[in-house]
Nanobody, 125 residues
Framework: QVQLVESGGGLVQAGGSLRLSCAAS????????MGWFRQAPGKEREFVAA???????YYSDSVKGRFTISRDKAKTTVSLQMNSLKPEDTAGYYC???????????????????WGQGTQVTVSS
């Protein structure tokens, strides 16, 4: 099972930017769709963005136009560039790998079998 480690979270003012990174332990991760999810206190975990093994992307409506997901297969990393951050973006952000290889980007959490420990993003107003 691939191991995932997130980094890049922190405290930022509204309107600012952060870049999250997710490092995978194995190069086989390059064949899997990857996703970012977030969970705010007292709320359910929700989909943010996903990228397929062949670089197609999919975003939630709440972040579309502000966040960009990308992957670097040479470095076995997937990143989430977050711009124009809002206080409602405050949450723990989790990276996840799809259960199956060579699939399209998915927003369904049940499709993802490996999860990182998460990184906290706090946006102040």
């Amino acid at each position: 099972q691939v191991q995932l480690v997130e980094s890049g979270g922190g405290l930022v003012q509204a309107g600012g930017s952060l870049r999250l990174s997710c490092a995978a332990s194995e190069r086989t991760y390059n064949n899997y769709a990857m996703g970012w999810f977030r969970q705010a206190p007292g709320k359910e975990r929700e989909f943010v963005a996903a990228i397929s093994w062949d670089y197609s992307t999919y975003y939630s409506d709440s972040v579309k136009g502000r966040f960009t997901i990308s992957r670097d297969k040479a470095k076995t990393t997937v990143s989430l560039q977050m711009n124009s951050l809002k206080p409602e973006d405050t949450a723990g952000y989790y990276c996840a790998a799809h259960r199956e290889r060579f699939t399209s980007a998915s927003s369904d959490m049940s499709d993802f079998g490996s999860w990182g420990q998460g990184t906290q993003v706090t946006v102040s107003s």
